[in-house]
T-cell receptor, first 113, second 111 residues
């Protein structure tokens, strides 16, 4: 079945550590996105990539980094510079045109120990 | 992107139609209206989208007013599994396909 896989589902991090969240898609989509969701809030865009080897900052990119070396993969690193990393992180992909929908993974919940 | 306004919550009886309103009075001519829903602790699920014509798929119908300033998502026969937060989002090409999620409508389907 085609879809978006995020792993792990739950992740714990000690303060001061970097941590990388995985996102893989087999939908042959060009565009991929990372969002952050805090409790009771909507999603906010962290980074997005419309093509391999290219990505742009979203609304809340500080403290995060990404890479897009393969079409299928768009990992997100939460660095120690991110002051409040505890959140629900969602990855999405799309064909890349604004008149086509984004499809989401099931998310990774990150907590600080 | 145009802002959207939705009621914060609504209840619906199981088996009845659920009509979810959305105001987007500042929408411009090339902006699409999208609907997503999010069941607790899961990723958002795409439901339907449209530009100016009414749309229907296996999940729902989307009715857009002629002036495009508002729309209604219709779930024809609500089930308990339709309990979720429903988001109405306006998307423009200029925004690079970015989805801006507001507060949404929390829909509770009751038996």
């Amino acid at each position: 079945d085609g879809g978006i896989t995020q792993s792990p589902k739950y992740l714990f991090r000690k303060e001061g550590q970097n941590v990388t969240l995985s996102c893989e898609q087999n939908l042959n989509h060009d565009a991929m996105y990372w969002y952050r969701q805090d409790p009771g809030q909507g999603l906010r865009l962290i980074y997005y990539s419309q093509i391999v080897n290219d990505f742009q900052k979203g609304d809340i990119a500080e403290g995060y980094s990404v890479s897009r070396e393969k079409k299928e993969s768009f990992p997100l690193t939460v660095t120690s510079a991110q002051k409040n990393p505890t959140a629900f992180y969602l990855c999405a992909s799309s064909i890349g045109r604004f008149n086509q929908p984004q499809h989401f993974g099931d998310g990774t919940r990150l907590s600080i120990l | 992107d145009a802002k959207t306004t939705q009621p914060p919550s609504m209840d619906c009886a199981e088996g009845r139609a659920a009509n979810l309103p959305c105001n987007h009075s500042t929408i411009s001519g090339n902006e699409y209206v999208y609907w997503y829903r999010q069941i607790h602790s899961q990723g958002p699920q795409y439901i339907i989208h449209g530009l100016k014509n009414n749309e229907t798929n296996e999940m729902a119908s989307l009715i857009i007013t002629e002036d495009r300033k508002s729309s209604t998502l219709i779930l024809p026969h609500a089930t308990l599994r339709d309990t979720a937060v429903y988001y109405c989002i306006v998307v423009s090409e200029a925004a690079g396909n970015k989805l801006t999620f507001g507060g949404g409508t929390r829909v509770l389907v009751k038996p």
